[in-house]
């Protein structure tokens, strides 16, 4: 009981923290995905806007340079003084090099240079661009524009900014964008398609191969920083396990111990009494109060035995001995045992039991378990009809099924047979025998033996015990 709940509560608290760091990863790398595909965007736009050219701008704060060619001076934007090797090599070479104005800088030019803005790149050229822009951003953008007509020939093209693809193997991106629009990915580039005023089509590859790789990393990064942080967590609540259900061990320890001792206490008085009805009976001859005495007694004994047994399982320390043993032959005793128990209360046991089965584990555990779904199947069938047990195997796994037909199924309460002192009689009528406490046995045995063992119905008349065990070889 113990190792399942701490099982239990480090699988949920895993679980917790894995679906939390997943969501978490998934998030931080959705938003870098997101920036990195809005700035590609930007940046095609702005391309398109300029025919298929990226400008040149000067920024200072965000602040274009005046197109108009103003005096800087006048107004509070960028101010910057232009300066030309050549004309500063004969500004010195024409005046007296002892003259004052050999040191003169030169006048203004009156055009603002590689950096100013290109007013013949399109109509919406003076428009401030938008994004992570900066004044490199020209020289580090690479990309190429291809103009083609419907029928995919290309008209046009310009590999001013980028090495890697020429007109040798530009018709490959052109049959890839070929009657797409918009936005799209191919290889390491990502590609606008834009409908030109002579209604071709021109198609711009921007290359986005670094921020694919940033991406991959990022990635890798935080799928490695969250692996590392969950195994972390395991440890230490490996660790902290027991510390955290302290009470509940406290708890059911006392109630364990309580169980125990008594049990122990009653054992002696129990035993005084059968004794007593025996020696009574002996002097004064068979009566049926005594015969009810002695029937209850037994029943006591019963109940004590299977508390101990209970309590016994509990245990951390687990009584069970292990060892290899032929379970069909193990299976196929037991229940010729109860074959004529079972017939006398009107109930042919049918078997089919797969031959020749080795498994590790208790035998006797094994004879208790499949004892208890029979008598259980013995009690709860209906009328004069048949119980079928079966054992299978596969590779790793032996499955042991009880079926029978009951009165009365409640698919809501098959799950709740497993609980100790749960009965499906809700009177709990002494006529089908029985404290309640044989499944929760038999589901402790089916534990032990890392299996599990379930009760379902599918059509509400026959209802199935499934015991499904690892082999542990």
Same mark, same amino acid.
């Given at each position: 009981m113990i190792k399942r709940i701490r099982r239990n509560f480090i699988r949920i608290t895993m679980a917790a923290v894995t679906v939390v760091m997943l969501v978490l990863c998934l998030c931080v790398n959705g938003? +870098?995905?997101?920036?990195?595909?809005?700035?590609?965007?930007?940046? /095609?736009? /702005?391309?398109?806007? $300029?025919?298929?050219?990226? =400008?040149?701008?000067?920024?200072?704060?965000?602040?274009v340079n005046n197109p108009n060619n103003q005096d800087s001076s006048s107004t509070s934007g960028f101010r910057r003084n232009e300066f030309k090797r050549e004309n500063f090599?004969?500004?010195?070479?024409?005046? $007296? =090099?002892?003259?004052?104005?050999?040191?003169?800088?030169?006048?203004?030019?009156?055009? =603002?240079?590689? &950096?100013?803005?290109?007013?013949?790149?399109?109509?919406?050229? $003076?428009?401030? =661009?938008?994004?992570?822009?900066?004044?490199?951003?020209? &020289?580090?953008?690479? %990309? %190429?524009? !291809? @103009? +083609?007509?419907?029928?995919?020939? !290309?008209?046009?093209? @310009? %590999?001013?900014?980028?090495?890697? @693809?020429?007109?040798?193997? !530009?018709?490959?991106? !052109?049959?890839? @964008? /070929?009657?797409?629009?918009?936005?799209? &990915?191919?290889?390491? %580039?990502?590609?606008?398609?834009?409908?030109?005023?002579?209604?071709?089509?021109?198609?711009?590859? /921007?290359?986005?191969?670094k921020e694919l790789s940033s991406l991959r990393t990022t990635i890798f990064i935080s799928l490695f920083a969250m692996a590392v942080c969950i195994l972390w967590v395991y440890i230490i609540v490996l660790l902290f396990s027991n510390k955290a259900i302290e009470p509940y061990i406290k708890s059911h320890e006392k109630q364990k111990q309580f169980i125990t001792d008594a049990s122990h206490e009653l054992k002696t008085p129990i035993t005084v009494i059968a004794t007593s009805l025996k020696v009574l009976e002996m002097d004064v001859g068979k009566q049926k109060w005594i015969d009810k005495a002695i029937a209850q007694t037994e029943k006591l004994k019963e109940l004590v035995n299977s508390l101990v047994t209970l309590s016994r399982m509990d245990e951390e320390n687990s009584f069970f001995k292990f060892n290899v043993f032929n379970i069909s032959d193990t299976i196929s005793e037991t229940v010729e045992s109860y074959r004529d128990f079972a017939e006398s209360n009107g109930h042919e046991v049918i078997c089919s039991i797969e031959n020749g089965i080795t498994f590790k584990g208790d035998e006797y555990a094994i004879r208790q378990l499949v004892s208890i779904l029979i008598d259980n199947a013995v009690k709860y069938a209906s009328k004069d009809t048949p119980i079928r047990l079966t054992l299978t195997a596969s590779k790793r796994h032996v499955v042991v099924t009880s079926s029978n037909q009951a009165d009365e199924i409640n698919k809501d309460e098959l799950d709740k047979v497993f609980e100790r002192f749960y009965r499906t009689d809700k009177s709990r009528n002494s006529n089908t025998g029985g404290f309640g406490i044989g499944l929760s046995i038999a589901r402790s045995i089916a534990e032990e033996h890392n299996g599990t063992i379930v009760a379902k119905s599918d059509d509400g008349i026959n209802v199935d015990f499934v015991v499904r065990m690892r082999k542990n070889l």
């Open positions: 938003i +870098y995905a997101y920036t990195i595909n809005s700035q590609l965007n930007d940046t /095609l736009h /702005l391309i398109s806007r $300029n025919e298929g050219k990226i =400008p040149k701008y000067r920024i200072n704060g965000g602040n090599e004969q500004t010195t070479e024409t005046k $007296n =090099p002892g003259s004052t104005d050999s040191m003169k800088m030169p006048e203004k030019q009156e055009n =603002p240079g590689d &950096f100013g803005i290109n007013n013949n790149s399109g109509e919406n050229a $003076n428009e401030e =661009p938008r994004g992570l822009y900066k004044s490199e951003t020209p &020289f580090s953008t690479r %990309f %190429f524009t !291809v @103009v +083609y007509n419907s029928e995919g020939t !290309v008209i046009n093209t @310009v %590999f001013d900014n980028i090495a890697t @693809v020429s007109e040798d193997n !530009v018709d490959t991106y !052109v049959e890839k @964008v /070929l009657n797409k629009e918009g936005y799209g &990915f191919y290889s390491n %580039f990502k590609y606008y398609i834009k409908e030109t005023s002579e209604g071709n089509n021109m198609a711009i590859f /921007l290359d986005c191969s």
